[in-house]
């Protein structure tokens, strides 16, 4: 692949790669380097994919695999490294999804399982369809219906209570000052 | 089909619209037209799907990542691949697995010639065993890396390097002891290598840090010094660099 072609998919891709990382390791860090994994993965091998129009649902994948491989490995979720948190009861409105920021949403996406989270963040990150986001997590069509609908309903209850005035602490990753994809 | 039913399948509708023809959805989308109440509720999941989709797609995301990923793979274009190289490297593993099934001890997993200067091989290094083992704008973590994997840990960096991103670093066995590498970019958006040796006979005869010696080796500008029984190669490749440039990497 020439440098240029290369540039142009690390620009179109990095950024939503980036949140879908972000989202499933909770870790700025973690979250980077899976990122830069699988630009790696695609440096190696990308070359061999012959339709263009797989280029999405092939970054995603690697992503996910090299996450859950990274999973296997480490045996543990990433909470304990979260860097520092916010505490959302003073800065969030009343209704659900009403003004909803960056880090109030993910947040709450933080708070799912990861059986629901993965499927939720693809779905809402660069409009990923039914059959993609089964394609990318390798699990039936049925089952991403039923882990879409769970999750949206346990995120909107985490949303609910947060904004009810629970006083509940969300804890979130420092995020860079001036960086903005 | 009842409420639901349909509520599930139009779960996983886009509020983007990108499904509207797919026959997927027909029927939910009919019944969800002929029903005023799961109208309503499929209305308020379109308006929550793109106010959380929208969020979503506005969480920050470090710049130098992308800057990270492009200047280790994205600096030169991937050789277009062909079969006899492939077939070449096959036949010279093959003879390479026979070779070591004769020998009576395990050998180092890279053989860099014996009487070759440390300049040479660092060069060697950067051009034939190009690999970063982790990524990350965290120099602490890199160091910490590379003790982990048994490398050889920088003590004490010139200040030019001590205030440049860095981005990645790699360990290596080789036949002339353990080599560590840090990888860091400069403000030209070039890559700028650090190998450390451990122990080589040749670090007695450099000089310090604070008086390196300047040399150019094929197409590397390096820097060359000793540290804390440690041997320091510097460099930056040709394209833009200049010895005076790796110079600068040493003055306050």
């Not at chain 2, 026959?23 to 989308?29: E, S």
């Not at chain 2, 959380?52 to 800057?67: E, I, T």
């Not at chain 2, 700028?192 to 040399?215: A, K």
Request: hydrophobic residues 40%; charged residues 25%; glycine residues 6%.
């Amino acid at each position: 692949m020439k440098a240029e072609a290369f540039q142009g998919l690390v620009d179109t891709w990095y950024d939503p790669l980036y949140r879908f990382a972000l989202s499933l390791t909770r870790n700025g860090d973690d979250a980077l380097d899976l990122t830069q994994h699988t630009f790696a993965r695609w440096a190696e091998k990308g070359d061999r994919l012959r339709d263009e129009s797989k280029v999405k649902s092939w970054l995603f994948t690697v992503l996910y695999r090299e996450f859950l491989d990274s999973r296997k490995i480490k045996q543990r979720e990433v909470q304990g490294e979260l860097e520092t948190t916010l505490d959302l009861h003073h800065s969030t409105p009343n209704r659900v999804a009403e003004h909803l920021d960056a880090k109030t949403a993910m947040a709450a996406l933080w708070e799912l399982n990861h059986d629901f989270r993965a499927p939720l963040t693809l779905f809402y990150l660069e409009n990923h369809s039914y059959k993609e986001i089964a394609e990318v997590l390798s699990i039936p069509i049925g089952t991403v219906m039923s882990r879409i609908a769970r999750g949206k309903d346990q995120l909107r209850s985490k949303l609910m209570r947060t904004n009810s005035g629970t006083g509940q602490v969300i804890p979130m990753p420092q995020l860079k000052e001036g960086h903005h994809g | 089909m009842d409420n639901n039913t349909a509520k599930l399948i139009l779960g996983v509708y886009r509020a983007s619209g990108d499904d509207a023809q797919d026959p997927f959805f027909k029927d939910a989308l009919q019944h969800a037209e002929n029903d005023p109440f799961l109208r309503q509720w499929f209305s308020e999941q379109l308006r929550q799907d793109g106010e959380l989709a929208g969020a979503l797609r506005n969480v920050p995301v470090p710049n130098d990542g992308k800057a990270a990923v492009l200047a280790i793979m994205g600096t030169r274009p991937r050789p277009r691949r062909r079969w006899w190289p492939m077939a070449l490297a096959a036949c010279f593993a093959f003879f390479l697995v026979l070779a070591n099934r004769f020998k009576s001890h395990s050998g180092p997993s890279i053989d860099l010639p014996e009487n070759a200067t440390l300049a040479d091989l660092a060069a060697n290094l950067a051009e034939h065993h190009a690999s970063i083992g982790l990524m990350s704008p965290d120099r602490l973590r890199l160091e910490e890396w590379i003790t982990a994997h048994g490398g050889p840990r920088p003590e004490h960096l010139p200040p030019g390097l001590a205030t440049m991103a860095v981005i990645g670093c790699q360990t290596w066995e080789t036949s002339r002891g353990k080599v560590s590498l840090l990888c860091f970019v400069n403000d030209r958006k070039q890559s700028v290598h650090l190998y450390v040796f451990d122990h080589v006979p040749e670090g007695s005869t450099l000089p310090p840090m604070s008086q390196p010696r300047f040399e150019r080796t094929g197409q590397w500008s390096m820097a060359l010094w000793q540290d804390g029984g440690h041997s320091y190669v510097l460099g930056v490749p040709d394209g833009g660099a200049s010895p005076k440039t790796v110079e600068s990497y040493f003055s306050t």
